[in-house]
């Protein structure tokens, strides 16, 4: 292939094999990756520079903040990666209003960081490593979840440059489809920038992991739905279920948001009495950052190949417990993992921003490792698909229209659909998948 010609600002920001910092830069956590070029840009001037470059190549092109997505496409064979982790700044910018703007190349263990000192969180996910443009682009389930919401539930505002290379402040007064597609659908409108996010005041956290025998039949995890989606919202859980000898085991997960002793011990004993008999309880109070810790950070370098997909369920009925614990039980080895939603998610209207899932009160997130792979993962997803309602697109290996129709069903499919054409009319930010594929369906 031919060199590309970069334009002045960017001779310095390119990376391209051969290049010492290339092998730490070219892939993302679930993908070895071959980019032809990776452009580091550390503005907006330098983002749209690099957006024009992509265009006028032809080639494919990625967009990385973080490059934890599970579908590897923040990087590809042969084309451009459009990298914003230099623009990584976390700035208060409303110290009463506990507004804070966050770099989308930031990592989330660097913002819980920074705002512990002001005794501030923001719910994101359950790794430190994971990248603001990446989560806060599409939703952000994290460990307040039921006390918080999504982290897209509190961006005030997000500066994206657009694929025409206009560098917009989109919020609910300027622009407000682009700030509605901003949160839950932006990586097909436009390169976001920078986020201004509020805060919620808390600095420690309850942090329990319980573990029980489970029943075969999907009563503990019954049970645990029941308990949660009854719990005060301060307590967010999550429940993984495996084989345990010849019977199960679940690992139970509680979050209490907030540093009262006595209320953390109440909210998570309980947890204990859910399954066939307790096996262990151990709870502790620990700095938020803690959760989302710096220890997590490391370079991505394609070390976690594992296959995801997830269902939403509405609730847990005995007949999609029991399909959860045939999951768990399947031949194919395929990872469950449980999250409980409801509380502060479901305040608000579906139609409020492009995640429009906001009565649902469990996520099921299904992950295949090597040797297992998709064949396995589809195997088990199959058992849940009765029973599912809209998916999560962040934990989604393979974006392909299936996938988009769980994210994004009927009408607002229809609206993301639009808005992705109207600010991506050639398509640019859908050219490629990882596997070189159109990630959407075609406008
Ligand atoms: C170990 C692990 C734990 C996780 N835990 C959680 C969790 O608890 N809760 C949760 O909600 N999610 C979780 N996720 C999923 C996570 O939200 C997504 O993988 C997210 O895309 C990662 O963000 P990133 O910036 O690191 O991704 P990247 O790989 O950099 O990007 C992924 C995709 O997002 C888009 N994108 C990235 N940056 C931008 C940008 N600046 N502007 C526009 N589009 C952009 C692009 O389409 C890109 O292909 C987890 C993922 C992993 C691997």
Not at 115 to 137: E, K, R
Not at 247 to 256: E, L, R, S
Not at 383 to 392: K, V
Request: glycine residues 12%; charged residues 20%.
């Amino acid at each position: 292939m031919t060199e590309l010609v970069l334009p002045d600002v960017l001779r310095e920001r390119a990376v391209r094999p051969g290049d010492r910092r290339y092998p730490l830069l070219r892939s993302t956590y679930t993908r070895v990756a071959a980019p032809a070029l990776i452009l580091l840009p550390e503005n907006a001037a330098e983002v749209a520079a690099a957006l024009e470059v992509a265009h006028d190549s032809g080639l494919p092109l990625s967009v990385r903040s973080g490059g934890h997505g599970l579908s590897g496409r923040s990087s590809n064979d042969g084309g451009i990666v459009l990298d914003v982790s230099a623009i990584d700044g976390v700035e208060v910018i409303d110290d009463g209003a506990r507004v804070i703007r966050v770099g989308a190349g930031a990592r989330w263990a660097n913002v819980a960081a920074a705002l512990a000192p002001h005794g501030w969180a923001i719910s994101s996910g359950d790794h430190g490593n994971v990248g603001v443009g990446g989560l806060a682009t599409a939703g952000g389930i994290g460990w307040l979840a039921r006390s918080y919401g999504l982290t897209i539930d509190h961006i005030r505002a997000v500066d994206v440059v657009l694929p025409d290379g206009r560098l917009v402040h989109a919020d609910a007064t300027h622009d407000p489809d682009l700030f509605w597609a901003m949160r839950g659908a932006g990586d097909g409108v436009g390169v976001a920038l920078a986020f201004e996010i509020e805060a919620t005041p808390l600095r420690a956290v309850g942090f329990g992991q319980v573990m029980v025998e489970a029943d075969r039949d999907g009563k503990t995890l019954r049970r645990w739905s029941e308990y949660l989606a009854a719990a005060p919202r301060e307590l967010t859980g999550n429940a993984m279920v495996f084989p345990d000898g010849t019977g199960f085991a679940a690992q139970f997960i509680a979050v209490v948001a907030g540093d009262d002793q006595d209320r953390v011990r109440d909210l998570i004993a309980p947890l204990a009495e859910l399954g066939v008999r307790p096996l262990d309880v151990a709870a502790q109070l620990v700095p938020y950052p803690a959760l989302v810790s710096t220890g997590h950070l490391h370079p991505n370098t394609g070390q976690q190949p594992a296959t995801t997909t997830n269902a939403l369920l509405p609730t847990l009925t005995d007949d999609s417990a029991r399909a959860l614990m045939d999951v768990a039980a399947a031949p194919g080895r395929t990872l469950l993992q449980l999250r409980a939603l409801g509380g502060a998610i479901n305040d608000v209207a579906p139609d409020a921003t492009a995640y429009t899932h906001r009565h649902q009160q469990v996520l099921a997130v299904l992950t295949q490792f090597p040797p297992g792979g998709g064949a396995e993962l589809d195997a088990a997803a199959a058992l849940l698909t009765p029973y599912a309602d809209g998916a999560y697109r962040n934990f989604e290996s393979r974006p392909d229209g299936v996938s988009f129709e769980g994210a994004f069903p009927g009408a607002t499919g229809e609206r993301v659909r639009d808005l992705h054409r109207r600010y991506d009319p050639d398509g640019l930010l859908r050219r490629v998948a990882a596997t070189g594929s159109a990630v959407e369906p075609a406008p």
